[in-house]
């Protein structure tokens, strides 16, 4: 019986061991100074209400941008998109209704690897036809 206990353990720590852990996200949100204007809300009370993630924004002469950094999460653009933002006292909006554009620059990040290391090996492919029909 505690043969058996001992490998059930054993067991169970190895497969902890090998569990993928969450990354953290990077999203990146874009607004329009228009859209922001129309809602009576700025980009800092925005920012403001996801104080407990890193946060950055950028006001400049493109774009309203605010990055936010989510540790260990399993969040997407969708389910971010979906986070109330608190215009007054009285009134609540959807960060999807306010916002142009929501990224996740992790899986944005992930895909463009991908991408790269096919093109690569696509031209490792034609190097090698290229080479062998001289």
């Known amino acids: 019986m505690g043969r058996i206990l001992a490998i059930i353990l054993f067991s169970l720590i190895n497969f902890q061991v090998f569990a993928e852990n969450p990354t953290a996200k990077t999203f990146l949100i874009l607004f329009k100074s228009q859209e922001l204007k129309q809602n009576n809300i700025n980009l800092k009370s925005i ?8 946060t950055k924004i950028y006001e400049g002469n493109s774009e309203l941008a605010l990055l936010i950094e989510i540790p260990a999460c399993d969040f ?6 979906d986070f109330l933002i608190q215009i007054n006292k009285e009134e609540s909006i959807q960060l999807q209704q306010i916002a142009f554009r929501l990224f996740d620059l992790t899986e944005n990040k992930a895909l463009l690897n991908s991408y790269l290391s096919l093109h690569e090996a696509e031209n490792h492919k034609k190097e090698k036809k290229e080479s062998t029909a001289l």
């Open 47 to 54: 920012e403001a209400q996801f104080s407990y993630y890193d």
């Open 76 to 81: 997407d653009e969708c389910f971010l998109g």
